[in-house]
């Protein structure tokens, strides 16, 4: 599953043959007793049903990979449009596990959050003991209702997370502004989620002006300022807190956002920044560093961190003559040389530049040459990346054809698969007429 890297076990102790298994309950509340009162409330079954707590969001998906659970209570810390996201995948991939959610606020709840999670009962925190006992036997119930029509031996092998592939940071860089870095980490961002099925997080470290939460329409309620005031001192707590700083796009994407105040960004210290790629690295496969036109100290460290560094220019003197000058730099600041990979944008064949000098001009070669495409400028005023909304445009061809080599070897054949599916005039060659034929 996308939630923990992994295909998730389906759930069904219920239905194993062979005598009465215990039912086996998960319960996600990341402060309070709740799994001590769903304890309380299944007391009365025989056989009494086995309760796992959790505290953790990333160990709710390592649960859910590894464990066979029946029902599944989603408490506090998952009432979060995050939480709801992860619970939407969860309900994705186990659709016959039935989630009760279990929130302070029923009020404050969107209803559409809720259908979307897939949740078979809500109450409301603190439950009285009557209501929370009424809500199991229903779940459970309709847990052993799932497993007696899906028959024994239904549940199906845990799928295993793909380990081909680490975990890996990748930060977009360029000397100049608006070479298109955060238009590159949103669309590969996409990529890795979509045809990897990759958990990637955007980390937004152009901290006085980001603009990743705009490009995709987010309304973040927490930024990277709050996730390091959050529990300064305590790295398991800042560990264990990073998700819910973050927010989720409705494509899965998941985004730490910049400040909302520039002025914020001058009490965010370099090795602050290192701890923040540090915890997303932990709970994501993919981490994407956006980053402003600066050489920052902060921004370094996060070049430090990269397994990959793109460096972007676009098809102006300018910009090609200051990508010159950043490699320059980072050589003398000892970045590794290794993972840089460089990517021009926005180039034009009138542009009055020949694209042929400037591959000249870095021996090393550039992974790809991005064209100037409109489709961008609508994808971005949508909120979804241009690969998204348009998929078989020149630029998305372009961007997936270079992105490609990060996917997993049967994600590429997948992905090729995809391509063929969204080549340009298969549908005008549909409605074709026919040509006549001649004898
Ligand atoms: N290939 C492209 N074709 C057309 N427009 C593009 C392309 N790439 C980026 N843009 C547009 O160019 C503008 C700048 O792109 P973007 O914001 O991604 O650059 P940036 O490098 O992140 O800028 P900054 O340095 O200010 O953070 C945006 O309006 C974006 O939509
Ligand atoms: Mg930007």
Redesign the pocket.
């Known amino acids: 599953m996308t939630a923990g890297g992994g295909g998730l076990v389906a759930s069904g102790a219920l239905a194993r043959s062979g005598g009465p298994t215990p039912a086996r309950v998960l319960v996600y509340d990341h402060v309070g007793t709740l799994a001590a009162d769903v304890r309380d409330a299944v007391e009365h079954h025989d056989p009494v049903p086995e309760i796992v707590d959790c505290r953790r969001p990333r160990a709710l998906a390592d649960f859910l990979t590894e464990q066979r659970f029946d029902v599944l209570v989603a408490g506090p810390g998952l009432d979060s449009r995050a939480g709801f996201e992860r619970l939407r995948i969860i309900r994705e991939e186990l659709p016959s596990m039935p989630i009760v959610l279990a929130v302070a606020n029923t009020a404050e709840l969107d209803v559409r959050d809720v259908v979307r999670a897939g949740a078979v009962d809500l109450v409301e925190i603190p439950i009285p003991g009557e209501k929370l006992r009424e809500t199991m036997d229903r779940a459970l119930q309709l847990a052993r209702r799932t497993a007696e029509v899906a028959g024994p031996g239904t549940a199906i092998e845990p799928v295993r997370p793909d380990s081909s592939i680490p975990k890996r940071v990748i930060t977009?860089a360029?000397a100049?502004?608006?070479?298109?870095?955060?238009?590159?980490?949103t669309n590969l961002a996409w990529f890795l989620t979509h045809h990897a099925k990759r958990r990637v997080c955007i980390i937004d470290l152009?901290l006085q002006?980001?603009?990743v939460s705009a490009?995709l329409r987010l309304r973040p309620r927490y930024t990277i300022t709050d996730l390091i005031q959050h529990d300064n001192d305590d790295e398991a707590e800042f560990n264990a807190h990073f998700e819910e700083f973050c927010e989720t796009h409705e494509t899965g994407i998941s985004v730490l956002a910049a400040p909302r105040d520039p002025t914020e960004a001058a009490a965010i210290r370099p090795a602050d920044v290192g701890r923040v790629i540090d915890a997303a690295r932990a709970h994501f496969d993919d981490v994407i560093v956006?980053?402003?036109?600066a050489l920052a100290d902060s921004v370094v460290v996060a070049y430090n961190r990269s397994d990959e560094l793109f460096v972007?220019a676009t098809l102006d003197i300018p910009s090609i003559r200051n990508m010159q000058v950043f490699l320059s730099t980072l050589e003398r600041l000892h970045v590794s040389n290794d993972g840089i990979r460089l990517i021009l944008?926005?180039a034009e064949s009138d542009a009055g530049v020949e694209i042929r000098q400037v591959l000249k001009l870095f021996p090393q070669g550039f992974d790809a040459t991005?064209?100037?495409?409109?489709?961008?400028?609508r994808?971005?005023n949508a909120g979804r990346p241009v690969l998204a909304t348009n998929p078989s445009a020149d630029?998305s061809r372009q961007i997936s054809n270079s992105m490609k080599r990060l996917l997993p070897a049967d994600a590429q054949d997948r992905f090729t698969e995809y391509e063929a599916a969204n080549r340009p005039g298969r549908f005008r060659m549909r409605n074709r007429k026919p040509k006549a034929v001649t004898a």
């Open positions: 977009i360029s100049s502004g608006g070479c298109g870095k955060t238009f590159l980490a152009d002006f980001g603009e490009s956006d980053t402003p036109p972007m944008n926005k991005l064209p100037y495409a409109r489709e961008v400028q994808s971005i630029i």
